[in-house]
């Protein structure tokens, strides 16, 4: 009978359907850093400096979102699976809200009084390291208000309002770019204006999702959560959450590892070059997760149904979507890299070995939608481990050797550490190949 939405369209519609809404918010949820990435990139004397700074802090911010995952995923997926069920829903939701804080206060208290220990073991010197320490300490004052921000605006969209989400987070975008052209051309702070100017989006969004939920009544009541129940929900979700965090940290910790190895075989100012190339590639990036991350529902319900045809018929649609979509995207990069590099940094030397880089981390673009497509469907058939063996072997048994390797076998080609993505990627997507074959 096609009595649902999954029997009502076609495959091709389905995926459209689902994967053009995370799509936007893969691609609104890193604007933040790509914004006060490109306003770092046109500082004048200093904006070398700030990029290598901002290059240098990646790993710890990307660190500071995997710890935020933790219980704002699990939050929104526990207020879903018990929507309909008032006293359970409203448990995790103030419990998911009070671990928030918890976590997040602790979390930017230790980093305050190790600040000066961290940045040293980050690579930050002289300039680099005083920007990096202003950029940091506001950063962690920010990281409150940013965790409380994901947590609620998660659970918007579990209680049934995904366009509120969109609405929410794309203002606290438009926000950090007002405040950022304000703060630092207005009124001259420099480098320490970009992370005032992320922190006030930050607020906003915190602030504004509170009010919006409060104006719902869906704050209205504070449950009664005895210390046994308290401890019982929070089991629950850091369980859930544990999992994307772990996925998510990875890529921080490899981020320190490449950084390490630029500030050893080359120069810090590698680091800011690799700080913006890896913005653009995360940007290309998204709509190929987006698409892949629409697509799990899609997978999982002609599983469950066991219509086969179906299911492999959306897998090879997102194959061949994501390839086409990452060949033009390659074809992009590769005639008009210069145009869009111009948005982060100014003419010189430095845009020319930004050029070479960017090329060299796309040669490989095209198929990476491979890997991403069978790791959602290792994630939805029951094969979570193999999922995260894959990001394991790409960002930890391949990335880490290689950043080292590499220089070390060519020493006289500044940009070999880069051709350590394309390398980890294609020997990912065999493995990846391999899994689905052996599935």
Same mark, same amino acid.
């Given at each position: 009978?096609?009595?649902?939405?999954?029997?009502?369209?076609?495959?091709?519609?389905?995926?459209?359907?689902?994967?053009?809404?995370?799509?936007?918010?893969?691609?609104?949820?890193?604007?933040?850093?790509?914004?006060?990435?490109?306003?770092?990139?046109?500082?004048?004397?200093?904006?070398?400096?700030?990029?290598?700074?901002?290059?240098?802090?990646?790993?710890?911010?990307?660190?500071?979102?995997?710890?935020?995952?933790?219980? *704002?995923?699990?939050?929104?997926?526990?207020?879903?699976?018990?929507?309909?069920?008032?006293?359970?829903?409203?448990?995790?939701?103030?419990?998911?809200?009070?671990?928030?804080?918890?976590?997040?206060?602790?979390?930017? $208290?230790?980093?305050?009084?190790?600040?000066?220990?961290?940045?040293?073991?980050?690579?930050?010197?002289? %300039?680099?390291?005083?920007?990096?320490?202003?950029?940091?300490?506001?950063?962690?004052?920010?990281?409150?208000?940013?965790?409380?921000?994901?947590?609620?605006?998660?659970?918007?969209?579990?209680?049934?309002?995904?366009?509120?989400?969109?609405?929410?987070?794309?203002?606290?975008?438009?926000?950090?770019?007002?405040?950022?052209?304000?703060?630092?051309?207005?009124?001259?702070?420099?480098?320490?204006?970009?992370?005032?100017?992320?922190?006030?989006?930050?607020?906003?969004?915190?602030?504004?999702?509170?009010?919006?939920?409060?104006?719902?009544?869906?704050?209205?009541?504070?449950? %009664?959560?005895?210390?046994?129940?308290?401890?019982?929900?929070?089991?629950?979700?850091?369980?859930?959450?544990?999992? %994307?965090?772990?996925?998510?940290?990875? +890529?921080?910790?490899?981020?320190?590892?490449?950084?390490?190895?630029?500030?050893?075989?080359?120069?810090?100012?590698?680091?800011?070059?690799?700080?913006?190339?890896?913005?653009?590639?995360?940007?290309?990036?998204?709509?190929?997760?987006?698409?892949?991350?629409?697509?799990?529902?899609?997978?999982?319900?002609?599983?469950?149904?066991?219509?086969?045809?179906?299911?492999? %018929?959306?897998?090879?649609?997102?194959?061949?979507?994501?390839?086409?979509? +990452?060949?033009?995207?390659?074809?992009?990069?590769?005639?008009?890299?210069?145009?869009?590099?111009?948005?982060?940094?100014?003419?010189?030397?430095?845009?020319?070995?930004?050029?070479?880089?960017?090329?060299?981390?796309?040669?490989?673009?095209?198929?990476?939608?491979?890997?991403?497509?069978?790791?959602?469907?290792?994630?939805?058939?029951?094969?979570?481990?193999?999922?995260?063996?894959?990001?394991?072997?790409?960002?930890?048994?391949?990335?880490?050797?290689?950043?080292?390797?590499?220089?070390?076998?060519?020493?006289?080609?500044?940009?070999?550490?880069?051709?350590?993505?394309?390398?980890?990627?294609?020997? *990912? $997507?065999?493995?990846?190949?391999?899994?689905?074959?052996?599935?």
């Amino acid at each position: 009978m096609k009595d649902n939405i999954y029997e009502k369209k076609s495959v091709n519609k389905l995926i459209l359907y689902f994967s053009l809404p995370a799509i936007l918010s893969l691609i609104v949820e890193i604007m933040a850093s790509v914004v006060d990435t490109a306003f770092a990139g046109h500082l004048g004397s200093i904006s070398v400096d700030a990029l290598t700074a901002m290059g240098l802090l990646t790993p710890v911010l990307n660190f500071f979102t995997a710890v935020q995952s933790l219980f *704002a995923v699990s939050t929104s997926v526990f207020v879903a699976k018990y929507l309909n069920q008032k006293e359970q829903c409203s448990e995790y939701f103030f419990c998911g809200i009070i671990m928030t804080l918890i976590v997040s206060t602790l979390l930017s $208290i230790s980093f305050y009084f190790w600040l000066e220990p961290i940045l040293k073991l980050l690579g930050a010197k002289e %300039q680099v390291f005083t920007l990096a320490k202003t950029y940091l300490q506001i950063q962690l004052f920010s990281n409150l208000f940013s965790s409380m921000g994901y947590t609620l605006t998660s659970c918007i969209r579990a209680f049934g309002y995904p366009k509120i989400e969109m609405i929410l987070t794309s203002l606290a975008v438009l926000v950090n770019i007002l405040f950022n052209a304000f703060l630092v051309f207005g009124l001259h702070l420099g480098f320490a204006g970009l992370a005032y100017g992320t922190l006030m989006s930050e607020i906003f969004c915190a602030v504004s999702a509170w009010i919006w939920l409060s104006n719902r009544q869906m704050l209205r009541k504070i449950p %009664q959560l005895s210390l046994s129940k308290f401890k019982n929900c929070t089991a629950h979700l850091a369980k859930l959450g544990i999992a %994307q965090t772990i996925i998510q940290a990875m +890529g921080g910790f490899t981020g320190f590892f490449v950084n390490n190895s630029l500030i050893l075989h080359t120069a810090s100012t590698y680091v800011a070059v690799w700080n913006v190339v890896q913005n653009i590639y995360t940007l290309f990036l998204m709509p190929t997760v987006g698409i892949t991350q629409g697509v799990q529902t899609i997978i999982a319900y002609f599983s469950g149904q066991e219509k086969e045809k179906e299911k492999k %018929q959306a897998i090879g649609s997102t194959i061949t979507g994501t390839i086409l979509y +990452g060949l033009l995207s390659t074809i992009c990069i590769f005639l008009f890299g210069d145009t869009l590099l111009s948005v982060f940094i100014e003419a010189g030397s430095f845009l020319q070995i930004a050029k070479n880089v960017l090329k060299i981390i796309f040669v490989t673009f095209p198929l990476i939608g491979i890997f991403y497509t069978i790791m959602t469907l290792l994630e939805v058939t029951g094969h979570e481990l193999k999922a995260v063996g894959l990001i394991l072997t790409r960002q930890i048994l391949l990335m880490i050797p290689l950043v080292y390797f590499l220089p070390m076998v060519f020493p006289n080609q500044s940009t070999s550490i880069f051709f350590s993505v394309p390398i980890a990627d294609v020997v *990912a $997507i065999l493995v990846s190949v391999l899994f689905a074959i052996f599935l």
